[in-house]
Structure formats: structure tokens, C-alpha cells
């Protein structure tokens, strides 16, 4: 809150500052009280500054600007249009921002969540983003940082196929592991895509990917995530 609201007080009045001369000088309590309802709010917002920097708590605006501050992956993240519909509130980051293991959603199986995971409204992923920025940073570029900054966005797991592979051998000369040729491949599972979801993903894993990798993007329906939602 950085505006007025009618009815706000002043954690630090100003009438109880002023020389004793003063106390019941009603000119000056009423005057010194209309700069206590401009300068209410601002107090308010020193006195619980600290929640402006938890991304569970900060008002929506403000987490916004978070992001951009701590160089989240949002692409494509709207809570505008839940607030339309409705939204909900500040206070909850899903706490599986600090699950998910290397390679997490890169199989089939991860599309029987879609429904569900996909259900999370957006506010609750730009929160969830903001919260694991740091994490992820700290893992990007490689294929749990990048299935974790998809999950974030869209909130269904990719499916992630890659030319890279590690293996180990008994003898020397072994078969090497992987395709010589570097590639990536994302697919993503949801229920009702249209062609702005493969622009949001194409995006997203242009900046999440290794940068040396070549990369193709694809955004299909899930019929998994459709007989769950219908359940």
C-alpha cells in the first residue's frame, strides 16, 4: 500500500512530537493532522519494508518489479488477466519452486500432472518465479534450470530431449555417449495451447537454453491433461 487510504493512522503522529506549549493548541493538532494522513502512508511502508522484498507478500505491482530485478524468467506470465477473473491473493508460493531434480519433467509421466499443475493462476507463478530467481540462476543452462524455468511459466513440466549423455565403462574405447551433433528439443503438453504458447516457449528456452545449443520448440495438446481436468 503507497497511497492514501481514508481512515489511516499514523504509527508516528506528529501532534505527540510537538513541545508540550502545543498539546492543546487545537489550530496546531489540526493542522500537524493533515500532514499525518499524507505522510501515513509512506510510514506504513516503512514499517513493513521487509515485506516488500518476500515474494509471497509484496503487494503484485511490486513483485513485478521484483522480477525485473532479480532477472526472473516471466515470459508470458499475466496475473492481469486472473485479477480479471477473479485471482487470487498475495501470501503463497507453491513450495515445489524448491523441489524438482535434474532432468524433473523430461518424461511422459510428467504430462498426467498438467491438468493439475496448470491450474495454479498466474499470480501464484510470478510469485513462485521471483522466489526460485536466485536458485535458478545459479542452475541455468542446464536441463533442470531450463525445465524449471518452463514449469514456472506455463506450470506444467517440459518433456526436454538433448544430444548430451554420460555413461562410464569398464574398459578404455567405449561407445561415447550422445549424438555428435548438439541439439535440444522441448516439448510441452497443454491443454488448450495456441500459437501465443509456442511463441512464449520459443522465447523462454532461447534464454534458458545452454547458449551454444541449437534448440527447436514444440506445443502440443495434452489428452492426459484434458480427461484429468474433466474428472
Partial sequence: ????????????????????????????????AG???VLAPLLVVLDNLDAYFDPALAPLDFTRWLADWVGAETEGIDPGADAAGGGVGAGAVPASTEAGGTGAGSGPASAAGAGRAGALPAELRLRAAVAAAARLHRVRG?????????????????????????????????????????????????????????????TLVAAARPAHMPYTVEVIASAVAERTTDR
Fill in 1 to 32: 500500500m503507497r497511497g492514501s487510504l481514508d481512515g489511516l493512522g499514523s504509527s508516528a503522529p506528529i501532534g505527540a512530537m510537538l513541545p508540550a506549549i502545543f498539546a492543546d493548541d487545537d489550530l496546531a493538532q489540526r493542522f500537524v
Fill in 35 to 37: 500532514l499525518d494522513e
Fill in 142 to 202: 542446464t536441463r533442470r534450470g531450463l525445465s524449471e524455468a518452463v514449469r514456472l511459466v506455463f506450470g506444467v513440466p517440459p518433456e526436454i530431449r538433448e544430444s548430451g549423455a554420460a555413461a562410464w565403462h569398464a574398459r578404455p574405447l567405449g561407445p561415447v555417449p550422445g549424438d555428435r551433433r548438439p541439439h535440444l528439443h522441448v516439448t510441452l503438453r497443454l491443454p488448450d495451447p495456441s500459437p501465443a504458447d509456442h511463441h512464449r516457449l520459443d
